[in-house]
């Protein structure tokens, strides 16, 4: 299984990026997709999550700015950054909950990490 994330770069306090992070390879099937990120000097953290039926679940911080969504298949996970924050520098991680044989249970895997600088 690997994950492919697309969409980090620098931009401006109060503007936007899309991140995108594309899940390929034997997958049966996924339980959970997600953002998480991590700052200079810091553990790796939440951003946001969703499900196949569309719940999601953000990071005190970056609710109202943040909004993940998926694709049909479930195996694309966005997130879209507004109202970015120089706060919001880190390196993002997508994440999925993959099973890749049947009744075999869920493992983690992430993705290589997408750079996103906001500068002030």
């Known amino acids: 299984v690997q994950l492919q994330a697309s969409g980090g770069g620098t931009v401006q306090a109060g503007g936007s990026l899309r991140l995108s992070c594309t899940a390929s390879g034997n997958i049966l099937s996924v339980s959970l997709l997600g953002w998480y990120r991590q700052k200079p000097g810091e553990q790796r953290k939440l951003v946001a999550t969703?499900?196949?039926?569309?719940?999601?679940n953000y990071e005190d911080s970056v609710v109202g700015r943040f909004t993940i969504s998926r694709d049909s298949a479930y195996r694309t996970v966005y997130l879209q950054t507004n109202s970015a924050e120089p706060d919001d520098t880190a390196v993002y991680y997508c994440?999925?909950?993959?099973?890749?044989?049947?009744?075999?249970?869920?493992?983690?895997?992430w993705g290589q990490g997408t750079e996103v600088t906001v500068s002030s």
């Open positions: 994440y999925a909950s993959v099973r890749t044989q049947p009744r075999s249970f869920y493992d983690n895997y």
């Open positions: 969703i499900t196949s039926w569309d719940s999601t």
